[in-house]
């Protein structure tokens, strides 16, 4: 008796499911926390569940949410400065970062560079998993633009700064804040923010509470961006704060 082999039909039905699943539990998300304080995000537990599975159970992945309204406006303007310099203008996507970043990859390939905005950012910490395939690169730009088309600038901007990752389980910048100054996010200087904004690429490279020269050269370059930018007016002029 030959056994039947089961049809194309039933993988690509069950695989259609699992991305209807996903879609309805990513939307329904990116609804709730366009006002709910997020949680914990994905890196967070990705995070988490490394260390535990590694034996490492005195990690903790910790966050404070706050409001942009509990954070300094210096701290907007040094991610912005660092990471998104057209943040308040583009759609989530900055088409010329990406074909700059395509044409040094062309000729650097051991040195890739990136140039994902603040937008894709959130929305990978938040839903995703790290990693640079073809098929997580994808997800990150359907969430980014329902991130766009749902959040305000100011929403994605205050969520990103409490999801992002600043040290060895430390998450948001009142947690950064707290570890590395003793103090609240909303006390901030610009040079404290510049800092934290510094070890962003690598938070667990470049350490906040030990700068390396790299880092410090960093942190004074972000410094001139801010006020090249128009210092505090920028945050307030784009009503990011």
Known sequence: MRL????AGWLRRIVIRI???MAVFWGGGIALFSF???????VMVERQLGNWLSGNFSYIAHSDW???DEISPWMGLAVIAAEDQKFPEHWGFDVGAIEKALAHNER???RIRGASTLSQQTAKNLFLWD??????KGFEAGLTLGIETVWSKKRILTVYLNIAEFGEGVFGVEAASQRYFNK?????????AALLAAVLPNPIRFKASAPSGYVRSRQAWILRQMRQLGGEGFMQA???H
């Open 19 to 21: 991305l209807l699943v």
């Open 131 to 136: 990693g640079r395939s073809w098929i997580r």
């Open 36 to 42: 709910l304080p997020v949680p914990f995000s994905a």
């Open 184 to 192: 609240p996010a909303s006390r901030l200087t610009a040079s404290e």
């Open 108 to 110: 650097n390939e051991s």
């Open 4 to 7: 039947k082999r089961p049809k």
């Open 66 to 68: 706050v409001s942009m």
């Open 238 to 240: 784009n009503k990011l």
